[in-house]
């Protein structure tokens, strides 16, 4: 399976941060964001990764996370000149996803519960349709709404309803069989003039081959699109990090937990990175498994 994180758009919402600098590389608590969407790609045993951004910000990817080899990953790039909609990722990155699968997250979510990678890896595994992940909020008019019958089936998908059907936000991950990228090819630009990531999914859901899975309370799902959410992710990630210590979306250290990279590596890294706390952590971790 390949994956794709969405990193495009001009952040207008946090202005004045964003004027110079991508949203996804501002920090949630210790950490650049887009750490977080490619930590739950990794989680899922991903390896092969499309970051995708706008003309003027993939330099500072590139420059951030290179080709990926030191993670035991391979990152390619490529850009989206306008924000014409989440599906269009999908069109841009067709070369990429080639004849596999692909997991497609946005660039400003954080997931975090345990048992998530197993979750992820399970989700991940012989894709036949596509996989949307559902997650309970007090206000889904906001957001792209899944209802689900009985059974636990998807039965209906609203983008931002009035009445929405259910408390089920369908968050920024994806996954999807091969064949999303002729229907993202089909999709025509909505009203606000974009390619929406919801017209997909009910593609999808009309052939019978869409499901959700509920995320339920044991997990956190966060959107960092705002000034508030984006200090909120901040001070949830620091909480946790202080109390458990360890760290969430730690690139180096799931790369080791993963296999991708042996503890010399993680220990070398963590070297690199002078007397930052994060540096000394990987040491730690690195040396422990000794």
């Known amino acids: 399976m390949k994956g794709i994180v969405l990193a495009g758009g001009s952040g207008t919402r946090l202005y004045p941060l964003t004027h110079a600098v991508s949203k996804h590389l501002l920090p949630v608590y210790n950490k650049p964001m887009i750490y977080y969407p490619l930590s739950v790609l990794m989680l899922g045993g991903i390896k092969d990764i499309l970051v995708i951004s706008t003309p003027s910000h993939i330099s ?31 069109v ?12 497609l997250i946005l660039g400003d979510n954080i997931f975090h519960g345990p048992g998530l990678s197993a979750l992820l890896s399970d989700q991940c595994k012989n894709v036949d349709g596509c996989v949307l992940f559902g997650y309970a909020v007090k206000d889904p008019e906001r957001y792209g709404v899944g ?6 089936e998807l039965v209906s998908l609203e983008e931002k ?49 869409a499901r959700m899975v509920d995320l339920g309370r044991g997990f956190a799902w966060l959107d960092t699109g705002t000034h508030d959410s984006l200090l909120q992710a901040g001070q949830y990630v620091q909480v946790l990090e202080e109390r458990q210590g360890v760290r969430i979306a730690c690139l180096e250290e799931i790369a080791f937990r993963m296999g991708f990279i042996d503890s010399a590596a993680c220990y070398a890294l963590g070297g690199q990175l002078g007397n930052s706390d994060y540096g000394s952590y990987l040491m730690a971790i690195a040396s422990a498994d000794h």
Do not use: C, M, W
């Open 147 to 152: 209802e689900t019958d009985d059974r636990g």
């Open 60 to 90: 500072l990817f590139r420059e951030l996370l290179g080709d990926g080899s030191h993670l035991g990953l391979s990152v390619e790039y490529a850009e989206q000149p306008r924000a014409n909609g989440i599906a269009e990722a999908l």
């Open 161 to 209: 309803p009035v009445n929405p059907r259910s408390n089920l936000a369908i968050t920024g991950l994806y996954i999807y069989d091969n064949g999303v990228v002729d229907i993202a090819r089909k999709v025509r630009p909505s009203a606000r003039g974009e390619l929406e990531i919801t017209d997909v999914n009910q593609v999808y859901l009309q052939q019978g081959r």
């Open 92 to 103: 841009i990155g067709e070369k990429f996803i080639g004849d596999d699968s692909v997991a």
